[in-house]
């Protein structure tokens, strides 16, 4: 269910969700859905990973957090891959 959650976060969500996604990369369960998230938000995601990363060592599926995190942010360097438009109704 929280991940369910966390995609729709990543379709909808802003900076302002950032700091709670980033608390998900340390769950194992939910550090793909979380990182992904981050990607697409882009806003706030640099931080809470360089956050995540040293605090994921100790956690039990930090070898999951940590492949998480790196990828995704080898995705935050890429300029092409931004985040898609939204298109508002006037």
């Known amino acids: 269910?929280?991940?369910?959650?966390i995609q729709e976060i990543q379709a909808?969500?802003?900076a302002e969700a950032a700091?709670?996604?980033g608390a998900?990369?340390?769950d194992e369960d939910l550090c793909d859905p979380a990182a992904m998230a981050l990607v697409a938000i882009r806003e706030g995601a640099a931080e809470?990973?360089?956050r995540a990363l040293p605090a994921s060592k100790g956690s039990a599926g930090w070898r999951s957090?940590?492949?998480?995190?790196r990828?995704?942010?080898g995705s935050l360097r890429?300029?092409?891959a931004k985040r898609p438009a939204v298109a508002t109704r006037r």
């Open 71 to 73: 990828s995704a942010t």
């Open 12 to 14: 909808v969500g802003g």
């Open 19 to 21: 700091a709670a996604l």
């Open 1 to 5: 269910m929280k991940a369910i959650l």
């Open 78 to 80: 890429r300029p092409c």
């Open 24 to 26: 998900r990369l340390l």
């Open 65 to 69: 957090s940590r492949r998480s995190a």
């Open 48 to 50: 809470e990973f360089r």
